[in-house]
């Protein structure tokens, strides 16, 4: 059987039961790689120039971990997923880049997706990778079928039932995601709704944010994802805040940040990759959006390697003693 390795990065938490009903549906075994390790950081990092972003050294070190583990790897790339909305540099070229930079990597098994270039060669690009399972087109048809109808589903599941995409992908697969343990008691003076907005890339990869939404749990909070948000949801807020979208995943960082500054949670965190030209630009509105309401607060926090696990920790105490005092205020107000 065909091992396909898929790395636990960049787009996995977005597309993974998509991509893993595809190739199992042709025959071929799916090998994901461990969880993020400071081993497979520094590999990455010593492959690429010092400001490569952090998001894009952990995909390497991904890469690099499943050398020998299979027999191609999957790195798509992904242009564009709606008209006239383009995706970041980084991942047009993620192929190219990886073949030139980690040279004993197993073939890798590319598909261009540019919804701008029309339907019909959407169709083309998966018919061709299918083809590397199969010359039989109807197969390969099904394989696509089926992958969109689990990719709906997972949507579907996170929106409706409130599940971060490693809940989801354990809900669904029934793989172990996500580290379970009882939040501590609180009164409920000190518990908040926290909203966090980012890539699902730097939300759901424990190792680059210390575990932020794993504290926050932890603390009895209740946290809210950009995936618990519908599709029309995250549009709308898009449109009242920018007009219209110009980059791929705007949702996760405009949109999310747009509802839920405006739609009663008790704090906003954004979480961006240093030195990332798109997300710096949109966690700015966000930003200001949160200044001009003045309503919500709102902490942008920024990953890169050597962000420190005691500095994000305090700045994140201090975040949410500063949410409890206002709890605290608003109820002494109401008695
Ligand atoms: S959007 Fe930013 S963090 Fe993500 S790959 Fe591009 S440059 Fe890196």
Request: glycine share 6%; net charge neutral; proline share 6%.
């Amino acid at each position: 059987m065909i091992r396909i390795g898929i790395p636990r990065a960049l787009l996995y938490y977005q597309y993974y039961p998509m991509w893993q009903t595809f190739f199992e549906e042709l025959g071929a075994e799916v090998v994901v790689s461990p969880p993020t390790t400071q081993a497979m950081l520094a590999e990455g990092s010593a492959r690429v120039v010092a400001d490569t972003c952090l998001p894009v050294k952990v995909f390497l070190g991904h890469v690099l971990s499943l050398v020998e583990k299979c027999d191609w790897i999957f790195i798509p790339a992904v242009r564009s997923v709606q008209n006239n909305v383009f995706n970041c540099s980084k991942f047009l070229g993620l192929p190219d880049m990886t073949r030139a930079v980690i040279p004993e990597s197993p073939p890798i098994l590319d598909i261009e997706i540019d919804i701008n270039k029309g339907k019909r060669k959407l169709y083309q690009a998966i018919y061709q990778l299918g083809r590397h399972f199969t010359w039989n087109p109807f197969k390969v048809r099904q394989a696509s079928l089926a992958a969109w109808q689990a990719h709906l589903n997972y949507r579907k599941i996170m929106s409706r039932q409130g599940l971060t995409p490693p809940e989801a992908i354990e809900r669904i697969l029934g793989t172990p995601e996500v580290e379970h343990s009882t939040p501590a008691k609180q009164p409920t003076s000190t518990r908040a709704t926290i909203a966090v907005i980012g890539h699902p890339y730097l939300l759901y990869d424990e190792y680059i944010n210390h575990r932020l939404i794993h504290r926050l749990e932890q603390a009895a909070n209740e946290v809210l994802t950009p995936e618990m948000l519908t599709t029309e949801e995250l549009e709308s807020a898009i449109a009242e805040l920018v007009g219209r979208a110009y980059w791929t995943y705007e949702e996760e960082v405009v949109g999310a940040g747009g509802h839920y500054l405006q739609n009663g949670t008790d704090g906003v965190i954004g979480i961006i990759a240093f030195g990332c030209g798109p997300d710096s630009l949109m966690m700015d509105m966000v930003h200001r959006r949160a200044t001009r309401l003045r309503d919500t607060p709102f902490m942008n926090l920024t990953l890169e390697e050597h962000t420190a696990e005691a500095g994000l920790v305090t700045r994140l105490e201090a975040f949410l003693d500063m949410i409890y005092r206002r709890k605290r205020r608003e109820v002494k107000v109401c008695v």
